[in-house]
């Protein structure tokens, strides 16, 4: 089975067994809904599944709950652990729209056939992501992930075609 992270547990809350999370899915009110079963990679590389009691904003993060533990020793072990929906879970994106692992290793090259390197991470800014490019023996390459920049993704093929705009480079 595949797993996909979620989120990271940086820290525990209170005494009953809730914990702090910074999120990194853009699906916040169905990973982290009622009910919702999800993964903790602990440590050791064992998963411990659990299932959302509850979950409630805090700040940045997001503070949830998990189902029978009640106790912040139940929970102590968490710390800095992965957070991970089994890849089953995932729902079909519409038409244009990807998740993280499937643009993470991408090749990436330009409209004109220019290969630039690969896409190594995503950081999400706000208003768009910024994709991170992996290049040999360059500095990395931020790509803002935007219509002008991002002309083509193409899955089969493992690669994305850009067009840099003046001053990306």
């Given at each position: 089975m595949q797993y996909y992270e979620v989120g990271r547990i940086i820290n525990t809350h209170g005494i009953?067994?809730?914990?702090?999370?910074?999120?990194?899915t853009d699906?916040?009110?169905?990973?982290?809904?009622?009910?919702s079963q999800l993964s903790i990679?602990?440590?050791?590389?064992?998963?411990?599944?659990?299932?959302?009691?509850?979950?409630?904003?805090?700040?940045q993060f997001l503070l949830v709950k998990f189902k029978g533990l009640d106790n912040i020793n139940d929970v102590l072990a968490f710390h800095n652990c992965e957070l991970?929906?089994?890849?089953?879970?995932?729902?079909?994106?519409p038409k244009g729209q990807y998740y993280y692992h499937q643009i993470i290793g991408?090749?990436?090259?330009?409209v004109d056939g220019e290969k630039l390197g690969t896409i190594k991470e995503i950081m999400p800014t706000g208003a768009n992501d910024v994709w991170v490019v992996a290049r040999p023996k360059q500095k990395d390459l931020l790509l803002p992930n935007?219509?002008?920049?991002?002309?083509?993704?193409?899955?089969?093929?493992?690669?994305?075609?850009?067009?840099?705009?003046e001053g990306l480079e």
């Open positions: 009953h067994g809730e914990v702090k999370v910074m999120v990194i699906f916040v009110e169905e990973r982290f809904a009622e009910g990679k602990l440590a050791d590389g064992q998963r411990q599944d659990v299932i959302v009691e509850s979950a409630r904003p805090q700040k991970e929906v089994a890849g089953d879970q995932l729902k079909p994106l991408l090749d990436v090259e330009t935007i219509p002008d920049v991002v002309k083509k993704v193409d899955l089969d093929a493992h690669k994305v075609t850009v067009e840099l705009m």
